[in-house]
């Protein structure tokens, strides 16, 4: 749910509270701060967003103009989150702020099937496969957005990093040498990373093997959507 609210300057924090059961994650994605305050004061806050956990341990504190991702709760309760403006954070002549956010529950880990199409938002960013022989693999990003960025780790035996945090704009095209991925038989994870709920983001990863047939000297007709993706024939 988007949150909209204000307060006066340098007067008061507000409390939200939710349920949470341990091992869940979440994504407090911030969206936006205003007000002649921070217009007079080129834009700075000293405003911070605080977690507390059911016993009143701090579980992170920030800048509110920071998103707070990938937060695991180790415990089950109520959780409250404080949103506190700065008490020096005053000028007689400015009005209040207004600020915006949104939580997200992060889904478990889905399960990715090879050369389907997968669209989503933040709140589903964890996705793992299965190689049952070597293979080469392409990661074709269908979003024009550098505020997102994919990672893939080898998870069976000791974890392998082969992909760590790769841009969305930079991932195919022009904009990377070789987009092939030469990956051995085994368990992966591919993992989704960007600040902002509000975005879909797309990809296909698709095995070379599933390209679709080229007969030589047959000529070849077909289209796609401007900048979205990348077909394969073998």
């Known amino acids: 749910t988007l949150i909209e609210d204000s307060f006066e300057l340098g007067k008061k924090t507000d409390l939200y509270q939710f349920d949470a059961v341990a091992g869940e994650r979440f994504f407090f994605d911030y969206q936006q701060i205003s007000g002649s305050f921070l217009d007079n004061f080129q834009g700075q806050s000293r405003t911070r967003w605080r977690l507390i956990d059911p016993e009143g341990n701090e579980v992170f504190d920030q800048p509110f103009k920071t998103d707070a991702n990938n937060i695991t709760v180790n415990q089950t309760g109520t959780y409250t989150l404080l949103i506190e ?139 796609f959507e401007l900048g979205k993706k990348t077909d394969l024939y073998q």
Do not use: M
């Open 85 to 223: 403006n700065h008490i020096a954070d005053y000028s007689p002549t400015a009005t209040g702020i207004d600020y915006r956010f949104q939580a997200e529950k992060i889904a478990p880990v889905q399960e990715l099937i090879l050369g389907d199409t997968v669209t989503n938002k933040l709140s589903t960013d964890s996705y793992s496969f299965t190689l049952d022989e070597d293979s080469l693999l392409y990661f074709d990003s269908l979003l024009n957005n550098k505020n997102f960025n994919w990672s893939l780790t080898k998870t069976d035996g000791e974890l392998e990093t082969v992909v760590e945090q790769r841009l969305f704009t930079e991932s195919d095209a022009e904009n990377i040498d070789n987009p092939i991925l030469d990956l051995s038989a085994g368990e992966y994870l591919l993992k989704i990373d960007g600040n902002n709920t509000r975005v879909d983001y797309s990809f296909r990863l698709s095995n070379l093997d599933q390209a679709q047939a080229l007969t030589l000297g047959t000529l070849i007709e077909d289209s």
